[in-house]
Protein backbone atom coordinates (compact mmCIF):
# COMPACT_ATOMS: atom_id res chain seq x y z
CA UNK A 1 0.00 0.00 0.00
CA UNK A 2 3.05 2.65 0.96
CA UNK A 3 4.60 1.78 -2.53
CA UNK A 4 1.28 2.27 -4.42
CA UNK A 5 0.60 6.20 -2.40
CA UNK A 6 4.30 6.44 -3.30
CA UNK A 7 3.22 6.34 -7.03
CA UNK A 8 4.70 3.20 -8.16
CA UNK A 9 3.48 0.30 -9.99
CA UNK A 10 3.87 -3.52 -7.93
CA UNK A 11 4.86 -6.77 -8.38
CA UNK A 12 4.89 -8.91 -5.44
CA UNK A 13 4.99 -12.72 -5.08
CA UNK A 14 3.73 -14.29 -2.03
CA UNK A 15 5.23 -17.88 -0.84
CA UNK A 16 4.08 -20.77 -3.00
CA UNK A 17 1.55 -22.14 -0.28
CA UNK A 18 -0.38 -19.13 -0.31
CA UNK A 19 -1.48 -18.62 -3.67
CA UNK A 20 -5.16 -18.60 -3.45
CA UNK A 21 -5.40 -15.89 -0.86
CA UNK A 22 -3.06 -13.71 -2.14
CA UNK A 23 -5.04 -14.01 -5.61
CA UNK A 24 -8.19 -13.26 -4.22
CA UNK A 25 -6.36 -10.00 -1.87
CA UNK A 26 -4.39 -8.96 -6.06
CA UNK A 27 -8.54 -8.94 -7.18
CA UNK A 28 -9.68 -7.09 -4.24
CA UNK A 29 -6.53 -4.16 -4.58
CA UNK A 30 -7.22 -4.62 -8.19
CA UNK A 31 -10.86 -3.62 -8.24
CA UNK A 32 -10.01 -0.64 -5.60
CA UNK A 33 -7.67 0.73 -8.11
CA UNK A 34 -10.10 0.56 -11.04
CA UNK A 35 -12.99 2.32 -9.20
CA UNK A 36 -10.08 5.05 -9.25
CA UNK A 37 -9.46 5.10 -12.77
CA UNK A 38 -6.34 4.00 -12.36
CA UNK A 39 -5.34 0.41 -14.04
CA UNK A 40 -5.50 -2.63 -11.93
CA UNK A 41 -2.20 -4.19 -13.45
CA UNK A 42 -0.60 -1.49 -11.80
CA UNK A 43 -0.63 -4.03 -8.67
CA UNK A 44 -0.15 -7.13 -9.84
CA UNK A 45 1.13 -10.67 -8.68
CA UNK A 46 3.07 -13.32 -10.29
CA UNK A 47 3.23 -17.40 -8.45
CA UNK A 48 5.65 -19.66 -8.51
CA UNK A 49 8.75 -21.64 -6.53
CA UNK A 50 11.18 -19.05 -5.15
CA UNK A 51 14.11 -20.48 -6.75
CA UNK A 52 12.99 -19.68 -10.18
CA UNK A 53 10.39 -16.93 -9.99
CA UNK A 54 12.01 -14.87 -7.30
CA UNK A 55 15.12 -15.42 -8.04
CA UNK A 56 14.00 -14.01 -11.44
CA UNK A 57 13.01 -11.09 -9.27
CA UNK A 58 15.99 -10.34 -7.70
CA UNK A 59 17.97 -10.68 -10.99
CA UNK A 60 15.81 -8.54 -12.95
CA UNK A 61 17.23 -4.56 -12.95
CA UNK A 62 13.61 -3.06 -13.92
CA UNK A 63 12.99 -4.23 -10.02
CA UNK A 64 14.35 -1.05 -8.56
CA UNK A 65 13.46 -2.06 -5.21
CA UNK A 66 12.78 -5.20 -3.60
CA UNK A 67 10.74 -5.57 -0.87
CA UNK A 68 11.27 -9.02 1.20
CA UNK A 69 9.77 -10.92 4.34
CA UNK A 70 10.98 -13.69 5.69
CA UNK A 71 13.87 -15.75 6.84
CA UNK A 72 17.22 -13.91 7.55
CA UNK A 73 18.97 -17.13 5.16
CA UNK A 74 16.86 -16.03 2.81
CA UNK A 75 16.83 -12.40 3.51
CA UNK A 76 20.88 -12.39 3.04
CA UNK A 77 20.85 -13.94 -0.46
CA UNK A 78 18.48 -11.50 -1.49
CA UNK A 79 20.50 -8.34 0.21
CA UNK A 80 23.63 -9.92 -1.84
CA UNK A 81 21.85 -10.43 -4.85
CA UNK A 82 20.11 -7.05 -5.01
CA UNK A 83 23.18 -5.30 -3.77
CA UNK A 84 25.00 -6.34 -6.37
CA UNK A 85 23.11 -5.30 -9.25
CA UNK A 86 22.95 -2.03 -7.34
CA UNK A 87 19.47 -2.60 -6.32
CA UNK A 88 17.07 -1.07 -3.16
CA UNK A 89 16.17 -3.69 -0.94
CA UNK A 90 14.17 -3.25 2.54
CA UNK A 91 14.09 -6.68 4.48
CA UNK A 92 11.90 -7.72 7.37
CA UNK A 93 13.15 -10.95 8.70
CA UNK A 94 13.73 -13.14 11.45
CA UNK A 95 12.36 -12.05 15.56
CA UNK A 96 13.77 -13.90 18.33
CA UNK A 97 12.01 -11.88 20.54
CA UNK A 98 12.20 -11.46 24.29
CA UNK A 99 10.28 -9.66 27.09
CA UNK A 100 11.63 -9.04 30.60
CA UNK A 101 9.68 -8.84 33.86
CA UNK A 102 11.21 -7.10 36.07
CA UNK A 103 10.19 -7.42 40.65
CA UNK A 104 8.06 -4.44 40.46
CA UNK A 105 5.89 -5.22 37.18
CA UNK A 106 2.05 -5.56 37.01
CA UNK A 107 1.92 -9.25 36.77
CA UNK A 108 -1.73 -9.53 35.86
CA UNK A 109 -0.65 -7.54 32.88
CA UNK A 110 2.64 -9.49 32.32
CA UNK A 111 0.22 -12.62 32.33
CA UNK A 112 -2.46 -11.21 29.32
CA UNK A 113 0.45 -10.02 27.74
CA UNK A 114 2.49 -13.45 27.46
CA UNK A 115 -0.34 -15.35 26.39
CA UNK A 116 -1.36 -13.40 23.28
CA UNK A 117 2.53 -12.86 22.61
CA UNK A 118 3.31 -16.78 22.54
CA UNK A 119 0.64 -18.27 21.90
CA UNK A 120 -1.31 -16.09 19.47
CA UNK A 121 -1.39 -16.80 15.78
CA UNK A 122 0.45 -20.03 17.24
CA UNK A 123 3.54 -18.79 17.22
CA UNK A 124 3.68 -17.80 14.22
CA UNK A 125 4.24 -13.88 13.75
CA UNK A 126 7.53 -12.28 13.26
CA UNK A 127 6.78 -10.78 16.75
CA UNK A 128 5.94 -13.70 18.95
CA UNK A 129 7.11 -13.77 22.28
CA UNK A 130 9.63 -16.43 22.31
CA UNK A 131 11.81 -15.84 24.96
CA UNK A 132 10.58 -14.70 28.74
CA UNK A 133 13.31 -13.55 30.71
CA UNK A 134 11.99 -13.33 34.85
CA UNK A 135 13.30 -11.93 38.08
CA UNK A 136 13.89 -14.46 40.43
CA UNK A 137 11.81 -13.02 43.32
CA UNK A 138 8.65 -13.46 40.80
CA UNK A 139 10.09 -15.95 38.91
CA UNK A 140 7.86 -18.89 40.55
CA UNK A 141 4.45 -16.67 40.94
CA UNK A 142 4.92 -15.99 37.28
CA UNK A 143 5.50 -19.84 36.17
CA UNK A 144 2.62 -21.29 38.02
CA UNK A 145 0.04 -18.34 36.63
CA UNK A 146 1.20 -19.52 33.22
CA UNK A 147 1.14 -22.66 33.25
CA UNK A 148 -2.21 -22.84 34.66
CA UNK A 149 -3.27 -20.56 31.55
CA UNK A 150 -1.63 -22.17 29.08
CA UNK A 151 -3.85 -25.30 30.08
CA UNK A 152 -7.08 -23.36 29.65
CA UNK A 153 -6.17 -22.46 25.86
CA UNK A 154 -8.79 -23.26 23.47
CA UNK A 155 -7.20 -24.99 20.07
CA UNK A 156 -9.09 -25.33 17.51
CA UNK A 157 -10.12 -23.85 14.04
CA UNK A 158 -9.14 -20.10 14.21
CA UNK A 159 -12.69 -18.83 12.51
CA UNK A 160 -13.87 -19.43 16.05
CA UNK A 161 -14.40 -16.43 18.47
CA UNK A 162 -12.95 -18.03 21.44
CA UNK A 163 -9.84 -19.99 19.55
CA UNK A 164 -6.46 -18.69 20.46
CA UNK A 165 -4.35 -20.72 19.08
CA UNK A 166 -5.08 -22.05 15.86
CA UNK A 167 -3.12 -24.90 13.63
CA UNK A 168 0.61 -24.95 12.15
CA UNK A 169 1.02 -23.68 8.41
CA UNK A 170 1.96 -27.03 7.18
CA UNK A 171 3.63 -30.21 8.27
CA UNK A 172 6.97 -29.22 7.77
CA UNK A 173 6.04 -26.74 10.40
CA UNK A 174 4.56 -29.79 12.73
CA UNK A 175 8.40 -31.76 12.59
CA UNK A 176 10.05 -28.49 13.62
CA UNK A 177 7.89 -28.10 16.46
CA UNK A 178 8.60 -31.87 17.26
CA UNK A 179 12.35 -31.38 16.68
CA UNK A 180 12.94 -27.74 18.23
CA UNK A 181 11.21 -29.57 21.43
CA UNK A 182 13.60 -32.70 21.22
CA UNK A 183 16.58 -29.87 20.80
CA UNK A 184 15.25 -28.34 23.87
CA UNK A 185 15.01 -31.21 26.04
CA UNK A 186 18.53 -32.54 24.92
CA UNK A 187 20.38 -28.89 26.00
CA UNK A 188 18.73 -29.65 29.48
CA UNK A 189 15.30 -27.64 29.11
CA UNK A 190 12.35 -29.14 30.69
CA UNK A 191 8.54 -29.07 29.01
CA UNK A 192 6.78 -27.19 31.99
CA UNK A 193 3.60 -27.12 29.74
CA UNK A 194 1.87 -28.28 26.51
CA UNK A 195 4.75 -30.51 24.22
CA UNK A 196 2.00 -32.63 22.47
CA UNK A 197 1.18 -32.89 18.43
CA UNK A 198 -2.40 -33.20 18.58
CA UNK A 199 -3.65 -36.05 16.60
CA UNK A 200 -6.72 -36.65 18.06
CA UNK A 201 -8.61 -34.02 15.03
CA UNK A 202 -7.35 -33.48 11.50
CA UNK A 203 -4.81 -30.56 10.37
CA UNK A 204 -1.47 -29.74 12.07
CA UNK A 205 -2.36 -28.19 15.54
CA UNK A 206 -0.07 -28.51 18.63
CA UNK A 207 -0.23 -27.54 22.18
CA UNK A 208 1.44 -24.26 22.90
CA UNK A 209 4.49 -25.09 24.77
CA UNK A 210 6.57 -23.52 27.76
CA UNK A 211 10.34 -24.91 28.29
CA UNK A 212 12.00 -23.90 31.39
CA UNK A 213 15.60 -23.94 30.00
CA UNK A 214 19.05 -22.13 30.62
CA UNK A 215 19.49 -18.71 28.72
CA UNK A 216 23.17 -20.46 27.45
CA UNK A 217 21.25 -23.34 25.04
CA UNK A 218 22.09 -23.01 21.82
CA UNK A 219 18.34 -23.36 20.74
CA UNK A 220 17.63 -20.25 22.63
CA UNK A 221 19.44 -18.40 20.18
CA UNK A 222 17.55 -19.55 17.30
CA UNK A 223 14.10 -18.72 16.00
CA UNK A 224 11.61 -21.91 15.22
CA UNK A 225 8.31 -20.47 13.50
CA UNK A 226 5.85 -22.29 16.15
CA UNK A 227 4.08 -21.69 19.38
CA UNK A 228 7.35 -23.06 21.48
CA UNK A 229 8.31 -20.09 24.45
CA UNK A 230 11.48 -20.64 26.57
CA UNK A 231 11.64 -19.21 30.29
CA UNK A 232 14.38 -18.69 31.99
CA UNK A 233 15.12 -17.06 35.38
CA UNK A 234 17.85 -13.51 36.40
CA UNK A 235 18.98 -11.94 38.89
CA UNK A 236 18.28 -8.24 37.87
CA UNK A 237 17.07 -6.57 34.57
CA UNK A 238 20.98 -5.21 33.54
CA UNK A 239 21.86 -9.04 33.59
CA UNK A 240 18.68 -9.64 31.48
CA UNK A 241 18.92 -6.81 28.89
CA UNK A 242 22.30 -8.29 27.55
CA UNK A 243 20.53 -11.79 27.54
CA UNK A 244 18.04 -9.87 25.42
CA UNK A 245 20.73 -8.20 23.26
CA UNK A 246 22.86 -11.39 23.12
CA UNK A 247 21.03 -13.29 19.73
CA UNK A 248 21.43 -12.35 15.99
CA UNK A 249 18.11 -11.07 15.60
CA UNK A 250 16.34 -8.06 16.74
CA UNK A 251 13.01 -6.93 16.00
CA UNK A 252 10.76 -6.77 19.16
CA UNK A 253 11.39 -6.33 22.93
CA UNK A 254 9.56 -5.67 26.09
CA UNK A 255 9.89 -4.41 29.38
CA UNK A 256 7.61 -5.15 32.01
CA UNK A 257 8.46 -2.59 35.29
CA UNK A 258 7.17 0.36 37.51
CA UNK A 259 10.90 1.67 37.91
CA UNK A 260 11.39 4.58 35.83
CA UNK A 261 14.80 4.22 36.15
CA UNK A 262 14.67 0.84 34.90
CA UNK A 263 12.47 2.65 32.04
CA UNK A 264 15.16 5.05 30.71
CA UNK A 265 17.78 2.19 30.55
CA UNK A 266 15.70 0.02 28.51
CA UNK A 267 14.53 2.57 25.68
CA UNK A 268 18.20 4.33 25.94
CA UNK A 269 21.89 3.22 24.34
CA UNK A 270 22.48 0.86 27.13
CA UNK A 271 18.91 -1.17 26.51
CA UNK A 272 16.95 -2.81 23.84
CA UNK A 273 19.04 -3.02 20.44
CA UNK A 274 16.15 -4.19 18.74
CA UNK A 275 13.93 -1.96 16.67
CA UNK A 276 10.66 -2.00 18.66
CA UNK A 277 11.12 -1.29 22.24
CA UNK A 278 8.03 -1.31 24.31
CA UNK A 279 7.41 -0.87 27.61
CA UNK A 280 4.49 -2.38 29.99
CA UNK A 281 2.91 -3.70 26.64
CA UNK A 282 3.68 -7.22 25.02
CA UNK A 283 5.98 -8.02 21.67
CA UNK A 284 3.27 -8.24 19.62
CA UNK A 285 0.55 -5.75 18.36
CA UNK A 286 1.55 -2.30 20.08
CA UNK A 287 3.91 -1.57 16.70
CA UNK A 288 0.76 -0.89 14.57
CA UNK A 289 1.04 2.45 12.31
CA UNK A 290 4.73 2.87 14.05
CA UNK A 291 7.69 2.56 11.68
CA UNK A 292 7.51 -1.26 11.85
CA UNK A 293 11.14 -3.27 11.43
CA UNK A 294 14.36 -4.52 13.52
CA UNK A 295 18.34 -4.28 13.33
CA UNK A 296 20.82 -6.75 13.25
CA UNK A 297 19.72 -10.19 10.92
CA UNK A 298 16.39 -8.72 10.77
CA UNK A 299 17.93 -6.68 8.46
CA UNK A 300 17.40 -3.21 9.40
CA UNK A 301 14.06 -2.09 7.01
CA UNK A 302 11.12 -0.35 8.04
CA UNK A 303 7.20 -0.51 7.08
CA UNK A 304 4.50 1.58 7.75
CA UNK A 305 5.30 5.23 10.31
CA UNK A 306 5.11 8.40 9.32
CA UNK A 307 8.47 8.42 6.73
CA UNK A 308 8.21 4.84 5.15
CA UNK A 309 7.05 6.35 2.13
CA UNK A 310 10.49 7.67 1.54
CA UNK A 311 12.11 4.39 1.02
CA UNK A 312 10.01 3.81 -2.07
CA UNK A 313 10.77 7.01 -3.61
CA UNK A 314 14.00 8.31 -5.23
CA UNK A 315 15.63 11.20 -3.76
CA UNK A 316 16.61 14.24 -6.08
CA UNK A 317 18.03 17.25 -5.74
CA UNK A 318 17.16 19.91 -8.18
CA UNK A 319 18.43 23.55 -8.80
CA UNK A 320 17.21 25.69 -11.71
CA UNK A 321 19.08 28.66 -12.34
CA UNK A 322 16.65 31.69 -13.43
CA UNK A 323 18.98 34.15 -14.13
CA UNK A 324 21.06 34.80 -17.26
CA UNK A 325 24.27 34.95 -15.27
CA UNK A 326 26.06 31.73 -13.90
CA UNK A 327 28.00 32.00 -10.99
CA UNK A 328 30.64 29.58 -10.00
CA UNK A 329 32.14 28.09 -6.68
CA UNK A 330 35.51 29.27 -5.13
CA UNK A 331 34.87 32.39 -7.31
CA UNK A 332 36.67 31.14 -10.69
CA UNK A 333 35.97 33.69 -13.51
CA UNK A 334 36.30 32.97 -17.08
CA UNK A 335 37.08 36.27 -19.01
CA UNK A 336 34.98 36.58 -22.72
Known amino acids: AISLAAGNTNLWKP ?3 TSL ?3 ATTKLVQEVLEDSNIPGAVASMICGPGKTIGEAMLQDK ?3 LISFTGSTHTGRHVAQ ?11 ELGGNNAMIVDESADLNL ?5 LFG ?6 QRCTT ?25 KIGSPLAKDTLCGPLFNQTAVHTYSKTLQEAQQQGGKVLVGGKVLSDRPGNFVEPTIVAIDSSAP ?12 VMKVKSVDEAIVLNNSVAQGLSSSLFTKDLGQIFKWTGSDGSDCGIVNVNIGTSGAEIGGAFGGEKETGGGRESGSDSWKQYMRRSTCTINYSKELPLAQGVNFEA
Open 129 to 153: LRRLYLHENVYDNVVEKLTKAYKSV
Open 81 to 91: TVAGRFGKHIL
Open 21 to 23: VSV
Open 15 to 17: HEG
Open 110 to 114: VLRAT
Open 219 to 230: VVKDERFVPIMY
Open 118 to 123: AVGTAG
Open 62 to 64: RME
